[in-house]
């Protein structure tokens, strides 16, 4: 079983701190996803990374960042984190054609 | 002409009843059209997906229509149970890369 799993289900922030979201994957699958869901947005994708230590902005990459040092692990990061940023925070990951997501991460900055 | 769209918003079905849902996309580039289902707590699952180059998967009682014409496509789900109850999402992708999501419809099946 393709395994998919984020480091926290639950996170609560203040403003302006540094947040660092991490995911892990366990099938050597080359890409992986960082999306943000919001009620009535469905999945917006934030990065993804085809290989090790690339990167590409997917359609709401600002205030956002990325890193892929390990082909398992992709790591998302909020340099400075709003309340507008908060939500919760899907990773996923994919040899082919078929998406597997881990559990989510609720992000709550205050 | 990344976006897809999806509906209804929500849905309510008698157990035993059909639920049908709606997706329309504009990018003739999109090849793969997967389905999630996604329940409270948990990450999206693939639930079925269809290539363009036919008009219909059945698997058990979940079957996607494809029109490629109309750039349309539907999730149809046959004798709903109280336990198919969740969010649906429809994608497409180009080449299993840019993955873009409908906004999701909330499917509630009644006993």
């Known amino acids: 079983d393709v395994k998919v799993t984020q480091s926290s289900r639950y996170l609560v922030k203040r403003t302006g701190e540094k947040v660092f979201l991490e995911c892990v994957q366990d099938m050597d699958h080359e890409n992986m996803f960082w999306y943000r869901q919001d009620p009535g947005l469905g999945l917006r994708l934030i990065y993804f990374s085809y290989d090790v230590k690339m990167k590409e902005k997917g359609d709401i990459p600002e205030g956002y960042s990325v890193s892929r040092e390990k082909k398992e692990r992709f790591s998302l990061i909020l340099e400075s984190a709003s309340t507008n940023q908060t939500s919760m925070y899907l990773c996923?990951?994919?040899?082919?054609?078929?998406?597997?997501f881990g559990p989510g991460t609720r992000l709550t900055v205050l | 002409q990344q976006q897809v769209k999806q509906s209804p918003q929500s849905l309510i079905v008698q157990k035993g009843g059909i639920s049908i849902i709606n997706c329309a996309y504009e990018?003739?580039?999109?090849?793969?059209f997967p389905w999630y289902q996604q329940f409270p707590g948990k990450g999206p699952a693939l639930l079925i997906a269809i290539r363009p180059d036919v008009s219909e998967k059945k698997e058990g009682r979940f079957t996607i229509s494809f029109n490629k014409s109309a750039k349309q496509f539907s999730l149809h789900i046959m004798d709903s149970q109280p336990g198919d109850s969740a969010t649906y999402f429809c994608?497409?992708?180009?080449?299993?890369?840019?993955?873009?999501f409908g906004p999701g419809t909330r499917l509630s099946v009644l006993p």
């Open positions: 994608a497409a992708s180009n080449y299993g890369q840019n993955f873009v």
């Open positions: 990018n003739t580039a999109f090849d793969y």
């Open positions: 996923a990951s994919s040899r082919q054609f078929t998406q597997y």
